[in-house]
């Protein structure tokens, strides 16, 4: 899961941060559930409307639309194959949908809930983000290490940018005039100059970068590392990080305040919020949400957080050692398992392997899987679920 960035206007963005303080304060978990179904979810405002949002169903190849005021899924659209990251423009009239495996990008009319094109774009579409005036739409392709420039007017591919390896996340400056977009896989920024379509500067930040997010007067652009436990702050007028602030374990997604004063970021493995002071770059506080938070796109929501149920499995009777592995690495149990089934998948949930296991201790090799960070679902007899993470270095 990658991040997916929607421009939202100051108003909504003030309700979704008194939202998301209420959240905290009442102890609601706010996290995504990476496995079995890739969900991202964007809010669409229009004039005098409920807000709607778009979920991606990773694994039934539709988008569930929902109508946040009375909590209904109203509209079920089909779009292409594992369909991942959304975008929705600035009017809320169109929704951009990356379809991760088919390589294509799904155009939502928001007026009829309908597919209105579908574009082909460059090999397994990630990230996707919308100019701030509708007319672009830029698109991260993992594995072409490329980033497609869509003319929104024409649905078409307008121009092909060469960026770092395994670009997955993508944001927007305030004024549209620069893209950034984290290079996964080499631990850098691209700086794209949108006037031109062309990588003005090349960053180098903490290991695998994965989530961005661009504060509000667009001076600087936060970038999560999730090998390296860190959130980058980069100076966006000399392209330089300004600093390095330690956050949880395995920081994923990232969200600004409106105000631009606190950022947060998504913890996965320590299961934490950390919340940053920006006029200062230190942590102020650490929320402890559920196991294994995400948070794909803008995660401060103005309604009841909607999505999958939390599972009431302990997860501390599992462990997983060495993690990060090299080779191989154990699943423990502390009590004996029967007919547990073990399965992996990808960050954008694409199955690696299930196993079924009887037993209290299980060794895993790395076989196939490149380097990068898997999720394992673990369900028990009594379907019991418990997720964990695993990193392959």
């Known amino acids: 899961m990658y991040v997916c960035t929607v421009p939202l206007n100051t108003n909504i963005k003030q309700n979704l941060m008194k939202k998301l303080l209420q959240t905290i ?73 990356t379809n991760y495996i088919d390589s294509t990008v799904s155009v939502i009319n928001t007026a009829t809930n309908s597919v209105s094109a579908t574009i082909t774009v460059g090999a397994h579409p990630a990230g996707v983000s919308v100019s701030p005036d ?88 936060y970038v999560s590392n999730y090998h390296d436990g860190k959130l980058s702050v980069i100076n966006t007028e000399t392209n330089t990080v300004a600093a390095a602030i330690t956050v949880g374990d395995v920081p ?3 969200s600004i305040s409106p105000d631009g004063s606190k950022v947060y970021v998504v913890n996965e493995y320590s299961g934490t919020v950390s919340v940053i002071n920006t006029a200062t770059n230190t942590v102020s506080d650490s929320i402890l949400v559920g196991a294994g938070p995400i948070a794909l796109g803008n995660f401060i929501s103005t309604h009841k957080v909607v999505g999958i149920p939390t599972y009431s499995v302990n997860a501390t009777s599992i ?26 998948t990808d960050l954008p949930g694409k199955e690696i392997k299930t196993i079924n296991f009887t037993g209290r201790q299980l060794t895993i090799d790395k076989g196939a899987m490149s380097n990068g960070i898997y999720f394992v679902q673990i369900t028990d007899e009594k379907k019991n679920v418990v997720n964990k993470r695993i990193v392959v270095q």
Do not use: H, W
């Not at 592995?325 to 029967?338: G, L, M, R, V, Y």
């Open 134 to 221: 509708g007319n672009k739409v830029y698109v991260a392709n993992q594995q072409d290490s490329t980033v497609s420039v869509i003319n929104a007017a024409t649905n078409t591919v307008i121009s092909t940018i060469r960026v770092g390896v395994y670009p997955s996340g993508i944001a927007v400056s305030p004024d549209g005039s620069k893209l950034y977009v984290t290079n996964n896989q080499n631990s850098t920024v691209s700086v794209i100059n949108s006037a031109t379509n062309a990588v003005s500067a090349t960053i180098t930040v903490g290991k695998s970068p994965f989530g961005i997010a661009v504060s509000p007067d667009g001076s600087k652009l």
């Open 319 to 344: 462990s997983i050692y060495p993690n990060p592995f090299t080779s191989q690495t154990t699943i423990a149990f502390s009590e004996e398992q029967k007919n547990t089934t073990i399965k992996i």
């Open 25 to 97: 304060n009442n102890k609601t978990r706010n996290c995504i559930k990476p496995v079995f179904i890739i969900l991202s979810l964007m809010l669409v405002s229009m004039m005098g409307m409920a807000q709607t949002a778009y979920i991606t169903n990773g694994d039934d190849i539709t988008v569930s639309v929902i109508n946040v005021a009375t909590n209904t899924v109203v509209g079920t659209i089909k779009v292409g194959n594992q369909p991942f990251c959304v975008s929705v423009s600035l009017d809320g009239t169109k929704v951009y949908v």
């Open 252 to 254: 994923l997604g990232v």
